[in-house]
Antibody, heavy 121, light 114 residues
């Protein structure tokens, strides 16, 4: 069965960096686009990064562009989110999610369980 | 950016009654070349990640009960729960994946039992 296991969250000071990982199993990882979505405490869903199946294209909203980097290792079946220059308002649960089969511009059909990132001094 | 606006923010419905959630996009999410609306609906229960219920505005995902249905086209969409069950208590989000980046979500609608 499809599984996405997210790790790497924790407490970090403003301005510091953190890297999240999402380990995939139960499907051919290299066939699917992947994403990171976050949810601040008590708030709604915010998409923060996406990457094509082969890793050749990454895309971000303006809120994280230049600070966050999404990348993947298809051999290790793992998705990453490198977060630099963290701010207090980056505090959230971070989920990884898989594109529905079929290429670009798809809904997210499987989600990992999420990891909490707290940015605080 | 396409802004997704859901209404109402919350609703309370009696068990067995109908629940209706609306989602309006600031621009059309209909791709005329394939006649598909790039609109999804998600259910999120406390402490859990979201779950995809409906894709392409009206296609129910495998395993999703048929009391859930999606309708609409262009800029106006609806998620209907035909007969609310206790396990349907959750927050529901719409999402557009047409004009990206960014992929955008509605602010969510909380469904409770009256």
């Amino acid at each position: 069965q499809v599984q996405l296991v997210v790790s790497g969250g924790g407490v970090v000071q403003p301005g510091r960096s953190l890297r999240l990982s999402c380990e995939a199993s139960g499907f051919t990882f290299s066939d699917y686009g992947m994403h990171w979505v976050r949810q601040a405490p008590g708030k709604g869903l915010e998409w923060v990064a996406g990457i094509w199946d082969d890793g050749s294209n990454q895309y971000y909203p303006d809120s994280v562009k230049g600070r966050f980097t999404i990348y993947r290792d298809n051999f290790k079946k793992t998705l990453y989110l490198q977060m630099n220059s963290l701010r207090v308002d980056d505090t959230a649960v971070y989920f990884c999610a898989r594109d529905q089969e079929g290429g670009y511009k798809r809904p997210f059909d499987f989600w990992g369980q999420g990891t909490l990132v707290t940015v605080s001094s | 950016d396409i802004v997704m606006t859901q209404s109402p923010a919350s609703l309370a419905v009696s068990l067995g009654e109908r629940a209706t959630i609306n989602c309006k996009s600031s621009q059309s999410v209909l791709f005329t070349s394939n006649n598909k609306n790039y609109l999804g609906w998600y259910q999120q229960k406390p402490g859990h990640p979201p779950k995809l219920l409906i894709s392409w505005a009206s296609t129910r995902e495998s395993g999703v009960p048929d009391r859930f249905s999606g309708s609409g086209s262009g800029t106006d969409f609806t998620l209907t729960i035909s007969s609310l069950q206790a396990e349907d208590v959750a927050i529901y989000y719409c999402q557009q994946y047409y004009d990206i980046p960014p992929i955008t979500f509605g602010q969510g609608t909380r469904v409770e039992i009256k």
